[in-house]
């Protein structure tokens, strides 16, 4: 099992890609996910971060199966 | 309730006719509205048009909510949400809000709350392409209170 990572707006311009699978093992909260897929490029500043579609902190656990969004502050409206 | 995402037109007034109708006649008093519509300025750039992105599932779930919150804040007989996806050009209507109650202090008072709501948690990001071709991405929202 996996863990689904989104990047919308500026974030995916900044990852270079949509989204990406990632192995869960050794994840334990969102910030690890970052890290990971990142290669410890740090979190932009300001940006919003969902856990399966909830707003959640960086140290939000994750566990396999979780769908991983990160984004900009937004803009709607 | 209703929550639109729409990847096509927004014609506001007819949505706001259509979704009224649809409610018994007499259990309302008071009907606010509020409609955003796209500028063709902004930050003191001409803005040719917009391509409104959001986080399919995450932005719908988002709105109920915030119309929830909404319904149970204030004595409403019915909430209506409606949003633009995809590019939109200057004129264009991007959002619709209304809100019905009894007596027009809930009706007022939760439109301004859900717009507000909106722009602050729903997932929507908007790019700009400016006359001279340039692409950006908006970068926050204007106060709204």
């Known amino acids: 099992m996996t863990i689904t990572v989104l990047y919308f707006a500026s974030l995916r311009e900044f990852a270079g890609r949509p989204r990406e699978d990632m192995d869960a093992e050794g994840i334990r909260c969102a910030l690890d996910v970052w890290r990971r897929a990142q290669e410890g490029r740090p979190l932009p500043p300001g940006t919003l971060i969902a856990v399966n579609q909830e707003y959640a902190a960086a140290d939000h656990p994750v566990r396999e199966g979780d769908e991983v969004a990160f984004f900009p502050p937004v803009t709607g409206g | ?145």
């Not at chain 2, 409606?82 to 008072?109: K, T």
């Not at chain 2, 926050?140 to 209170?145: E, I, K, W």
Request: proline content about 5%; some cysteine.
């Open chain 2, 1 to 145: 309730m209703a929550v639109h995402l729409l990847a096509e037109a927004l014609e506001p007034w007819e949505t706001l006719i259509r979704h009224q109708q649809s409610l018994a006649a007499g259990c309302f008093g008071a009907t606010a509205v509020f409609v955003g519509t796209m500028r063709d300025f902004n930050e003191g750039d001409d803005i040719q048009a917009m391509t409104l992105e959001h986080y399919p599932g995450m932005t719908e779930r988002q709105l109920e909510t915030i119309g929830q919150e909404a319904r149970r804040q204030w004595p409403l007989e019915d909430v209506l949400i409606a949003h633009r996806v995809g590019r939109i050009h200057p004129g264009d209507p991007i959002v619709l809000v209304a809100a019905w109650s009894a007596h027009r202090q809930a009706a007022f008072e939760a439109c301004r709350f859900i717009m507000e709501a909106l722009k602050s948690r729903a997932p929507f990001w908007k790019q700009e392409r400016l006359q001279s071709g340039q692409q950006r991405w908006v970068s926050g929202n204007t106060p709204g209170m």
